[in-house]
């Protein structure tokens, strides 16, 4: 994170380098980027935001001289690639794991400041004064979160690593790494050659956002008191009809059905199930 900017209406955004070097987070790893994966990021974050998608956006992109060394297909083929940097721009850059490492390590009071910074930059519908305000944080990021997954899915978008880390708070599409389109619909499309299980597979893409607010709740637990954490539960427990409504609404549109009818949700399921690859 380089800095925050301010536009000329007024927009806050957080400015990043993706693939810059190393950090203090890059795992022993370079901290570098590789050319295509950068120019897939750029491209693919604003066809998002052009498709109507909440996203990260790409304000640059820069070649670097420097030679990086990946393993494209993880089967021990590494070679020699041109690196690159991508300025990257979002409201926030804060995921889950932002607050899930922090209870995992114990630092309640430092989530507890985080998540009220948080709530006070980009959620000012909430008061900051009102007792039930991590609450109404956790509903809303289960109900934006359904809806962005749904819009993912009403595209044919698979994100290809949707683990905590990369889950946005703010309930935007960030970190584009293994992405893929489909060409057809297949609800078992991978686009990461190293998920070998299809644990990120884009018909299990709603299952994974499940996953990951209960771990965002289990986070959230240690700030709740005993009623919190029973209607924070039922909250979680709404997520898949939400889901569900929200697919339904974005798929209807998209045949141009217009009302409510008992057979909708069929012939949806059906034009689907037909376009199966054989």
């Avoid at 007024?10 to 295509?36: F, H, I």
């Avoid at 932002?98 to 980009?122: K, T, V």
């Amino acid at each position: 994170l380089i800095g925050v900017y301010t536009n000329r209406l007024g927009e806050r955004w957080e400015l990043q380098l993706k693939g810059s070097g190393k950090t203090p987070y890059s795992r022993n790893g370079d901290g570098r980027a590789v050319l295509r994966s950068s120019v897939r990021e750029f491209l693919c974050s604003e066809a998002m935001h052009y498709l109507g998608i909440p996203t990260s956006r790409a304000a640059s992109l820069v070649v670097s001289d420097d030679d990086v060394w990946r393993d494209q297909f993880y089967n021990g083929n590494i070679k020699k690639e041109r690196g690159a940097i991508v300025l990257r721009l979002a409201k926030s850059w804060f995921r889950i794991g932002s607050l899930e490492i922090l209870a995992h390590s114990g630092e309640l009071d430092l989530q507890r400041r985080l998540l009220d910074f948080i709530i006070q930059e980009h959620f000012p519908s909430i008061a900051m004064n009102y007792s039930n305000r991590y609450l109404e944080f956790f509903s809303t990021v289960v109900s934006e979160t359904a809806d962005l997954i749904a819009l993912w899915m009403s595209v044919g978008f698979a994100h290809g690593v949707c683990n905590t880390d990369n889950f946005s708070l703010l309930s935007i599409t960030i970190d584009y790494g293994p992405f893929g389109f489909m060409d057809s619909y297949d609800p078992n499309f991978v686009p990461n050659t190293s998920d070998d299980e299809g644990r990120y597979k884009i018909g299990n893409q709603a299952n994974v956002g499940l996953f990951n607010l209960s771990k965002l709740l289990q986070a959230l637990k240690p700030l709740l008191d005993a009623r919190q954490k029973q209607l924070a539960s039922e909250i979680l427990q709404g997520y898949g009809e939400h889901y569900y409504t929200r697919f339904t609404e974005l798929f209807k549109t998209k045949l141009g059905l217009l009302g409510e009818n008992k057979d909708d949700n069929y012939l949806i399921a059906f034009l689907l199930k037909v376009s199966l690859p054989c």
